[in-house]
């Protein structure tokens, strides 16, 4: 928004926090529109349903076996009154992060948001963390029937939370094996053995333990055993051997304009702080993400190699096609 209208926005979202309306026919509408958002993103989406297995497969006690958006029996059952006290509770000064980015006067915007957010009481939260997720001995793994064209494999291994040490090795490791067609299991399963019309990975980023997830799309006719001995070479080297000089400073340089690349819009620059801010409990770490990355050494690929991309600390979920 211009900054010449902060006043109008913060008194609008201010209001939103404290007053709002919520009426029996407002909740049905929205209850549609959540279950329609349920039917797109996963019932009707075989990733989307692989990545709900994934995380209920991986997870048995700590709450990141629930789906954020719900199981479907969820929101139907959701009440009023559900929605009132969860409004009530966490709708709160001491639950929420303001995070201005712009073209803004310190004292002004500090004076503004005091008079419109300063008077409102905080609410009575549960401090207590959720149970920590009790240790991988083995590996898990499901398979699923699905409408496809070829299978898809996807694997989640768990790794540490986004403040641990051994996070931003754990980055590295990942620019490594997918940082662009040269990356060793893109390259090992799109490039060269042609068995994979696409493979990607994704580090978790969350405040507690989670995953690092690797999703391969195999060709028709594709053998998903194929791709996993693949991926177990891939993370095996990655253990045995350390990784030259160059791809460890290719990797960095990737993570380093991934980041930049992230901070050239003012919005993803507060949604950045906002999620260091929360997430990590700390906004300067955003601050430190790319010195994080730097120290990464050999060394330290092959140790959180080792210790956490093993077959005993990882989850499978195979997706198959409906046969014809």
């Known amino acids: ?31 549609e529109v959540v279950k329609n958002e349920r039917r797109y993103r996963v019932d009707n989406d075989p990733e989307g349903t ?20 719900g199981w479907m029996k969820d929101i139907e059952a959701i009440s009023l009154e559900d929605c009132l006290a969860f409004y009530k509770k966490f709708y709160a000064p001491n639950n929420a992060t303001l ?5 803004v006067d310190v004292e002004k915007t500090l004076t503004l948001i005091n008079a419109h957010y300063g008077h409102m009481k905080p609410s009575k939260l549960d401090q207590t963390k959720p149970d920590p997720e009790p240790p991988q001995m083995r590996e898990r793994r499901r398979v699923l029937v699905m409408p496809l064209t070829s299978p898809k494999v996807l694997v989640g291994y768990r790794i540490p ?42 580090v978790s980023e969350f405040a507690f333990p989670g995953l690092y997830e690797v999703l391969v799309t195999l060709k028709g006719g594709g053998q998903p055993e194929k791709a996993e001995a693949l991926i177990d070479e891939a993370m095996k080297a990655l253990a045995k051997e350390p990784v030259t000089e ?7 340089n990737q993570l380093e304009v991934q980041f930049l690349r992230n901070m050239l819009e003012v919005g993803d620059r507060a949604y950045g702080l906002g999620h260091y801010a929360i997430t990590g409990g700390d906004h300067k770490r955003l601050c430190e993400a790319t010195e994080r990355d730097r120290a990464v050494t050999a060394e330290d690929i092959q140790r959180v190699a080792a210790r956490y991309m093993k077959r005993s600390n990882r989850t499978v979920v195979l997706a198959m096609p409906t046969a014809p």
């Not at 006043?7 to 407002?26: G, I, K, Y």
């Not at 995070?99 to 073209?103: E, N």
């Not at 590295?172 to 696409?198: N, Q, T």
């Not at 160059?246 to 960095?252: P, R, S, T, V």
């Open 50 to 69: 692989m990545f709900e297995v994934l995380y209920n497969q991986a997870f048995t006690h700590h709450p990141y076996t629930w789906p954020t958006i």
């Open 161 to 202: 939370g986004m403040t641990d040490e051994d996070h931003a090795a754990i980055q590295v490791l990942h620019k490594i094996l997918f940082g662009g067609d040269s990356g060793r299991l893109y390259r090992s399963l799109v490039v060269e053995s042609e068995m994979a019309s696409d493979a990607s990975g994704w």
């Open 246 to 252: 160059a791809e460890l400073d290719k990797a960095k």
């Open 1 to 31: 928004l211009p900054s010449g209208n902060m006043d109008v926005v913060v008194r609008l979202e201010s209001d939103r926090m404290e007053n709002m309306v919520l009426t029996a026919a407002q909740l049905e509408s929205e209850r």
């Open 99 to 103: 995070v201005i980015v712009g073209d």
